[in-house]
């Protein structure tokens, strides 16, 4: 199967056997970077080659929420530092890209990519991915995976969302790009905030078609996360119950 349902991102443009095909992740400036984190470490866990974006923006953000000064010559041990693995393994496994270089691999359709994600998604890349503003590489690599056919995730984050920034969502919806916002399910017994975390991307990765160990899955029995406030947990009040188990 091929085109923007395609679970195996294989767009029209053919590799030819044994050529790299990476994962394309664009960390654009929304809060949120220990998702782009989780999606990493997916990719990485599942054996999958990555090129990496990351905007100006995202930049600040990744230096608010983690305390990490992103250099351009020393990416690979920043990157290690983000994601917790090794910068030896990951600069093998990583290709990075500036944000600016509109001349980069994933700028062609002819470089051969399986797809990308853009995690998290601020408003603006968001806008400028629906508008076709390719105003950096990060947009353009995105125009790009539509325009080829392949699997575009992108994951936005912002809340409350303009009636723009839902348009905007919308068009993309329209052009057969996954639209996965960060909003954790509580349904899988989630404990910790890296559990929630973790969730999102797990979604993120199915969406990719990429395997992962991420999150419980649904069971299709009410009742049966292990969460605080799941049902027979202490926490749960119980004199709500309703017949079906569940409050
Ligand atoms: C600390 C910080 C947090 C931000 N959080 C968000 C956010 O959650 N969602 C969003 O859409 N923009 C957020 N922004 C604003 C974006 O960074 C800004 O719109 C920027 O232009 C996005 O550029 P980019 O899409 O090229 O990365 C945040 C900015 C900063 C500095």
Redesign the pocket.
Known sequence: MTGPGSATGSGATQPTPGQRRPWVVGV?????TPYAAAVLRGLLDAGADIDLVI????R??LL?ETGITWSQSGWATCLAEWVGRSADVLSVRVRHWAPGDLGAGPASGSYPTRGMVVVPA????VAGIALGLSK?L?QRAADVTIKEGRRLVVVP??TPLTSITLEHLLSLARAGVVVAPASPGFYTGAQTVADLVDFVAGKVLDNLGVEHQLLHRWSGQLGTSSGPNAAGSPGHARGSERPGGWS
Do not use: I, V
């Open positions: 654009s400036g929304a809060s949120g905007s100006r923006a995202a600040l953000t608010d601020s408003t603006a890349s950096d990060l984050r912002e």
